[in-house]
């Protein structure tokens, strides 16, 4: 069989949604194989969670980040055995970057969904001992959202810029009180939307701390491979390979803001094909619009999104 190479963004939390990955289980064997393997590594029905589940228990932090990777990594898996289509570059956003290692090889796709379960218990954990939450800003520049976090951080509370998800589209996280603040400071400064997220934590801010301790940890106990395919890592939008680099960039990434803007934009200097977003949903395809509109990017999730995807390869 004849191997393509594409570029593969993989998505992060917030994508999750009852019913997610049913259809691939049903079409095809391999991911019926991976959703069995990972109900018995998590000891429950985890495949029954995503199937039918009940939304607000299949949001919860623990069950969404691996419920995201497994769909993942089973559309991913699905396109390389059924038509060759390999990752020549990866990137993921936050909880998608454990996706794009898994599939790049760096780590084996089970011991990523035992990771990214963990990962998912500490970051509610993290939440229940030093609460918080996170905010998207729309229509402010980082520098003014940057200037946004420094007013709202007074006396001593925590507010920082997570997420540069694309130009005039940021997430701040920190402290509950000093978020609302920096809400209600933007809005003045002319944001032209401010959403709170519906989050359990203050994720990628230095009040997640702890969790990132415990996880890279964790993260050391399981075998990290070199590879041969570039990830953009978030911390810092630097392409990894060596095992050492990958532990390093996940050492940082949960307490370190995602770099989503840069890293689209390295990833699309560095591949000039076709880029694929694989796994549920379309909202880094969206994001990609904004970052670099000359460079659009296939949704590939569903049973039928894949299955054209094979198609496009087999007869051409």
């Known amino acids: ?30 991911a019926a194989e991976l959703y069995r393997q990972a109900d018995e590594i998590l000891h429950m029905k985890f495949s029954r969670l995503c199937f039918e589940g009940d939304p607000d228990v299949l949001t919860e932090t623990r069950n969404a980040q691996p419920a995201i990777l497994l769909h993942s990594v089973a ?25 794009a290692l898994a599939c790049a090889g760096a780590l084996d796709p089970l011991d990523a969904l035992r990771i990214v379960r963990r990962r998912g218990e500490l970051m509610f954990e993290a939440g229940l001992r030093q609460p918080g939450t996170m ?9 003014v959202v940057d200037q946004v976090c420094a007013e709202a951080a007074a006396g001593g509370r925590t507010v920082v810029t997570a997420n540069i998800n694309a130009p005039g589209q940021i997430v701040v996280s920190g402290h509950i009180e000093a978020v609302e603040d920096a809400m209600r400071i933007a809005e003045a400064k002319g ?9 359990s934590g203050a994720f990628h801010s230095p009040l997640v701390e702890p ?25 810092d939008a630097r392409i990894v390979r060596t095992a050492a680099e990958i532990v390093d960039a996940l050492s940082r990434q949960l307490t370190s803001p995602v770099l989503w803007s840069d890293s689209m934009t390295v990833l699309a200097d560095r591949w000039d094909g076709e880029i694929m977003e694989v796994g549920p949903g379309r909202v880094l395809a969206g994001l990609m619009k904004r970052i670099r509109r ?6 590939v999730g569903t049973a039928e999104q894949v299955a054209a995807a094979i198609e496009a390869v087999t007869v051409a």
């Open 1 to 30: 069989m004849a191997v393509k190479k594409t570029a593969m963004l993989f998505p992060g939390q917030g994508s999750q949604f009852v019913g997610m990955g049913r259809d691939l289980i049903e079409r095809f064997p391999a």
């Open 75 to 99: 559309a991913a898996r699905i396109l390389r055995e059924e038509a060759g289509i390999e990752p020549a570059i990866a990137a993921g956003h936050s909880l998608g970057e454990y996706s």
């Open 135 to 143: 905010a998207a800003i729309i229509g402010l520049e980082r520098e």
């Open 191 to 199: 944001a032209t939307k401010v959403v709170r997220l519906n989050v």
């Open 211 to 235: 969790a990132q301790k415990e996880l890279v940890e964790y993260i050391r106990s399981f075998p990290v491979q070199e590879t041969a395919v570039g990830v953009v890592c978030n911390a």
């Open 294 to 299: 000359d460079r659009p990017v296939a949704a």
